[in-house]
Each structure stands twice: as structure tokens, then as C-alpha cells.
């Protein structure tokens, strides 16, 4: 069983950056699918970023061009870099790990098995 630990969050400005670290430990996700979502209050949870086992990466549309998914194998470790933070971007964000079922796209939750607690950004204007 893998536990994923998020952090990295806290409360910028607009404009302003953030790296959130997701840290794996009881099993080696970085070999597998992993992946960013976020929830808004009062919206469903989405999709931001994933980076597929063979290295292949997926970005919303929302984020294209601010935020930067990677991973360090060493360390088991997927980080996500925002940058050019924008107050919409305010949400809790979890790291997820996979894959679960793999007939499902990157951007599914249903692809992902494990999930960690979420970290909140909040991005002022």
C-alpha cells in the first residue's frame, strides 16, 4: 500500500509561485502514473497535471504554460512547480498515484488508486 503526503501549499499572491512536493513512501510510484487534481470550494474536483510511467505529461488546459510536472526516482517524489499563480487556482490539491484502471485517461480519477490528503493554495488578488 502507498501513502502519498502532499506539501508545498500556502497562501501567495497573484502572480507568485509554488512548488508542491507529493512524497510516496510504501511503494515506488515514480514508476508508475501519477497525478495532480484540485478541488474549489463548491466544485468538483479536477484534473491539472500528470505524468505518465513512460515519462509522457498531460496538463489541463487551465494550467498550460504556468504549471511544471516531474518526478525524482530517487527520492520518489512528483512535484508540481506553479507558476504565474492566478486566484482561480486557489483549491486543495492532491497528488494521486497509478495506474488503477488503466482504460481510463490521465485526466480520470478512476486511473488512480491512491491518493494522498490534499495541500491548500490560496492565491489573493
Known amino acids: 500500500q502507498v501513502q502519498l503526503v502532499e506539501s508545498g501549499g500556502g497562501l501567495v499572491q497573484a502572480g507568485d509561485s509554488l512548488r508542491l512536493s507529493c512524497a510516496a513512501s510504501?511503494?515506488?510510484?515514480?514508476?508508475?502514473?501519477v497525478g495532480w487534481f484540485r478541488r474549489a470550494p463548491g466544485k468538483e474536483r479536477e484534473f491539472v497535471a500528470a505524468?505518465?510511467?513512460?515519462?509522457?505529461?498531460y496538463y489541463a488546459d487551465s494550467v498550460k504554460g504556468r504549471f511544471t510536472i516531474s518526478k525524482d526516482n530517487a527520492e520518489n517524489t512528483v512535484y508540481l512547480q506553479m507558476n504565474s499563480l492566478k486566484p482561480e487556482d486557489s483549491a486543495v490539491y492532491y497528488c494521486?498515484?497509478?495506474?488503477?484502471?488503466?482504460?481510463?485517461?490521465?485526466?480520470?480519477?478512476?486511473?488512480?488508486?491512491?491518493w494522498g490528503q490534499g495541500t491548500q493554495v490560496t492565491v489573493s488578488s
Open positions: 505524468i505518465a510511467r513512460g515519462g509522457r505529461i
Open positions: 494521486a498515484a497509478g495506474p488503477f484502471l488503466t482504460s481510463v485517461g490521465y485526466s480520470s480519477e478512476g486511473r488512480y488508486h491512491s
Open positions: 510504501g511503494r515506488t510510484v515514480t514508476s508508475g502514473d
